[in-house]
């Protein structure tokens, strides 16, 4: 009963004080809203990461010249100046590397790149792959129809590519293109192969991309690209997760004395396995994670302050009410209870409202994004828990300057 009275009690302050309750409202749902979005985005984010390093293996890695993340421009400078993985280099550490991997590649990339096929072309959104036979193994893409392209691809310069799918939807929508010639930046090129279609991950297509061997994309499409920048990744699959340090130490070895590296220099490339990139791109979400905590709390503390203030009001215009009621027997720890109860409803109101836009915001934000959406139940559960201690603390001054009212004081209220 008095629950149900409590509750009836704090919508009637919401209706008397519709302005004031409004934004307090909105301040606790936005509180509310800032620590759900993040948490949804960082959680999706998380388990699309994890699921897409499974896909890849765990016993895959990659070396290149800098990291894949960079923050700062500090970190830029410091990674800048390393020479850049030629071709020369990737095809002997390829020959050298065999013996201890179970896959071998490299490949080297352009963005920015437009596709025509007769009288269609595509937007200029497309990435274009210079790659070896080894690069589909060991990143483990499939092939839909046709074939990958091979080491002897490279060793004859045949003018051939691998599409993604969405050159398939834009430029072959009603036929294969196995066969068809294609041509970027007015070379001419013969579909062998069709990529099987990987989605979407933060936004960007993952089959915009065309693949064609390491030799023609050196001739042919990397001339305006300076020298330096020029730079070949190299990935590489161990036998077994257990033996990919193993693995990790031989490559570097391999490199380094390709390289030329004295036993006290520094490596000049970056070794990255796919749970260190994943690793990389969590602690970079977090900052995200920080932001929505930190706009939360202030969100949420000037609604405190909110309950607070309409609770106030609440006592003052009920001062006669607290006194009749007191007369009769009511004692402290029921007037405690009851403005305790109605300032928990006004912030679960207020909640409720935050954690359904806070999800219909991340699930747009995610699905736009690409992310597989996971709602967090640890987000949910502690987004009730603090506007219930909201409403404890910012309602108990209130509650309790209610509850030590003199009753006869009380009843002369005006």
Known sequence: MVLRESISQALFSIRSNKLRAFLTLLSIAIGIFALMGSGTLVTSLEHTVSSQILELGQNTFRIDRRPSFLVGHRAWRRYRNRPPITL??????????????????????????????????????????????????????????????????????????????????????????????????????????????????????????????????????????????????????????????????????????????KPWEENNFEVQTNEAIGSQFDSFMQYLQIFGLGTGIIALLAAGIGIMNIMLVAVQERTREIGLRKAVGAKVRHILTQFVLEALTLSQLGGIAGIVLGGIAAALVGSSLGFQLVLPLDWIIGSVLICTLLGMIFGSYPAWKAARLDPVEALRYE
Do not use: C
């Open 88 to 261: 020369q280099e990737a095809m002997k550490f390829k020959e050298r590397m065999q013996p201890y991997a179970r896959a071998v590649g490299f490949a080297a990339d352009i963005s920015g790149v437009r596709i025509k096929y007769e009288e269609q072309t595509t937007n200029n959104d497309f990435t274009l792959y210079g790659v070896d036979g080894g690069f589909f193994f060991a990143n483990r893409l499939d092939i839909e129809e046709g074939r990958p392209i091979t080491d002897e691809d490279l060793l004859l310069n045949r003018p051939v590519a691998v599409v993604g799918a969405d050159v398939v939807r834009s430029l072959f929508p009603a036929s294969s293109p196995l066969g068809q010639h294609i041509f970027i930046r007015g070379r001419r090129l013969q579909v062998v192969g069709v990529l099987k279609a990987r989605g979407n991950v933060m936004g960007q297509s993952l089959d915009k991309v065309v693949f064609v061997p390491a030799t023609i994309f050196l001739r042919y499409f990397s001339q305006n690209v300076p020298a330096r920048w020029r730079s070949f990744a190299l990935y590489v699959e161990s036998p077994s997760a257990e033996s990919i340090q193993e693995t990790i130490d031989q490559a570097i070895a391999i490199l380094r004395g390709l390289r030329n590296l």
